[in-house]
């Protein structure tokens, strides 16, 4: 299958955005919420000039609180599908509200195959997909283990992929539990630092790359946009990706 060609089976790009907002209508609402939030939360974004801002894109996050998808909505110039956990879609509310979003399920701990499936066909059509490699939310902000389905996704579909660092949404209370404090190094507000886009190899020096070998170069690109203390089990390989 060619870059950005629809797929021969599957909703075809009218039909995935029927029902989703975007367009003209996102861009007001999105200039709309700009206006509302920026006096009330320094929020600093930095590498928007690396947002293709047509064709596939795959934007990979870590996961520091269930605000991100939000923020990242919020700052992104195009439209972006979110992967989402199947527990949110049994809430009517956050159904329809993720439906407007063109959010779908993903049954995290298993191989979902029909989510994979979904996220490729949305890719294949042009469109911006939005995903937290980690598989949910670390609780102490650094870093964790990233699951093999990115790298998968990654290594099928050969779209670009857009890397993204977000933290100080661990500070907003909306994790269902008490927020850690600020520290005096704490820099009030949200931090989002977008990387260049890259495209996981196939294979290298003649051997075929693995999925998991695709998700952790996937969480060594984040890790590098990210302060020292968030980087977790991918602080060794940041460095070396930073010093490249």
Known sequence: MALGDA??????????????????????????????????LPLRVSGLEHVPLDGPLLVVSNHVSNADPIVLEFVSPRPLFFMGKQELFRNPFFHWILDRFGGFPVERGSADRAALRHAGNILANGIALGMFPEGGRSRTGALIQ??????????????????????????????????????????????????APFTVPGAV????????????LIMTRIAALLPERYRGIYAVDSEICSAD
Not at 9 to 27: D, F, I, K, M, Q
Not at 163 to 175: A, L
């Open 146 to 195: 990233g699951r093999a389905g990115v790298g998968l996704l990654a290594l099928q579909s050969q779209s670009p992929i857009l890397p993204v660092g977000i933290y100080g949404t661990e500070f907003f209370p909306v994790n269902g539990e008490w927020p850690p404090r600020r520290t005096a190094n704490d820099v009030r507000g949200v931090a989002v630092n977008i990387g």
């Open 205 to 216: 020096d003649g051997r075929r790359v693995s999925s998991n070998e695709a998700t952790r």
């Open 7 to 40: 797929p021969a089976s599957g909703p075809s790009r009218e039909e995935l955005l029927a029902g989703t907002l975007h367009g003209a209508p996102r861009r007001w609402l999105r200039d709309a919420l700009i206006g509302v939030v920026r006096p009330l």
